[in-house]
T-cell receptor
Framework: EDQVTQSPEALRLQEGESSSLNCSYT??????LFWYRQDPGKGPEFLFT???AGEEKEKERLKATLTKKESFLHITAPKPEDSATYLC?????????????FGEGTQLTVNP | DTEVTQTPKHLVMGMTNKKSLKCEQH?????MYWYKQKAKKPPELMFV???????INESVPSRFSPECPNSSLLNLHLHALQPEDSALYLC???????????????FGPGTRLLVL
C-alpha cells in the first residue's frame, strides 16, 4: 500500500528564516510526486511535479527535490504570504486510473 | 491558464434536499475528478472521469451521483445527505498523457457544503 508521511506537522518560522519540509514516501513504481499549497478554505494550488530521483524544480522562494525515498520542499527567506498548508502526493504507475496518495500536510506559519 | 471554476462557493442544505455542485474547465483536459476534504485532512478521491466516462468510483454512497455532460463540465448531484457529509468538495482536472495516463491535477476553489 502506498504511504506518504510529511514532517513536521506544523512549522513556525520568522520572516527570512529558511527551512525545509519533508515528504517520505513508499510507492510501488513512482509516476510523479506532487507538491501543492493550500490556503484555508481554498483548493490546493499546484506547485511542482517531480518524476525521477535527482530532479529539482524551483519557483520563486521554493525549491523541490526528489530522492528514491523522499522529497524536500526548501523555502528560502520566507515571507508571511508563504503561510499555508503544503501537501505532498504520489502517484504510482498504473495502467489506468489516477489515484493520488496524499500526506497529511505541513502547516507553515511565517511570522513578520 | 490553469483555472478550474466551481459553483456555488457555499451551500447549505437539509437532509431531504436535492442540490448539485458544478465544475467547469476550459483547458482541454480530458480527465476530471471529485474530491471530498474534511478540516485539517488531505483531499479524498471520490470519482474520476476520463474522456467523459466514469473510470473510478471510490465506493462512494449512492446519495452522491456524478455526471459528466461534456469534456468541460462535471456535476455532482446530492440527495438525502447526512450531516457527516459536510465538507469542502473539490473538483480537479488533468490532461491525459501517454499511454492514457492522467497528468498533473489542477484543483478548483471548492464548494463549502453544510448539511443540516
Amino acid at each position: 500500500e502506498d504511504q506518504v508521511t510529511q514532517s513536521p506537522e506544523a512549522l513556525r518560522l520568522q520572516e527570512g528564516e529558511s527551512s525545509s519540509l519533508n515528504c517520505s514516501y513508499t510507492v510501488s513504481g513512482l509516476r510523479g510526486l506532487f507538491w501543492y499549497r493550500q490556503d484555508p478554505g481554498k483548493g490546493p494550488e499546484f506547485l511542482f511535479t517531480l518524476y525521477s530521483a535527482g530532479e529539482e524544480k524551483e519557483k520563486e522562494r521554493l525549491k523541490a527535490t526528489l530522492t528514491k525515498k523522499e522529497s524536500f520542499l526548501h523555502i528560502t527567506a520566507p515571507k508571511p504570504e508563504d503561510s499555508a498548508t503544503y501537501l505532498c502526493a504520489v502517484r504510482r504507475k498504473e495502467t489506468s486510473g489516477s489515484r493520488l496518495t496524499f500526506g497529511e500536510g505541513t502547516q507553515l506559519t511565517v511570522n513578520p | 491558464d490553469t483555472e478550474v471554476t466551481q459553483t456555488p462557493k457555499h451551500l447549505v442544505m437539509g437532509m431531504t434536499n436535492k442540490k448539485s455542485l458544478k465544475c467547469e474547465q476550459h483547458m482541454g483536459h480530458r480527465a476530471m475528478y471529485w474530491y471530498k476534504q474534511k478540516a485539517k485532512k488531505p483531499p479524498e478521491l471520490m470519482f474520476v472521469y476520463s474522456y467523459e466516462k466514469l473510470s473510478i468510483n471510490e465506493s462512494v454512497p449512492s446519495r452522491f451521483s456524478p455526471e459528466c455532460p461534456n469534456s468541460s463540465l462535471l456535476n455532482l448531484h446530492l440527495h438525502a445527505l447526512q450531516p457527516e457529509d459536510s465538507a469542502l468538495y473539490l473538483c480537479a482536472s488533468s490532461q491525459v498523457g501517454l499511454a492514457g495516463l492522467e497528468e498533473t491535477q489542477y484543483f478548483g476553489p471548492g464548494t463549502r457544503l453544510l448539511v443540516l
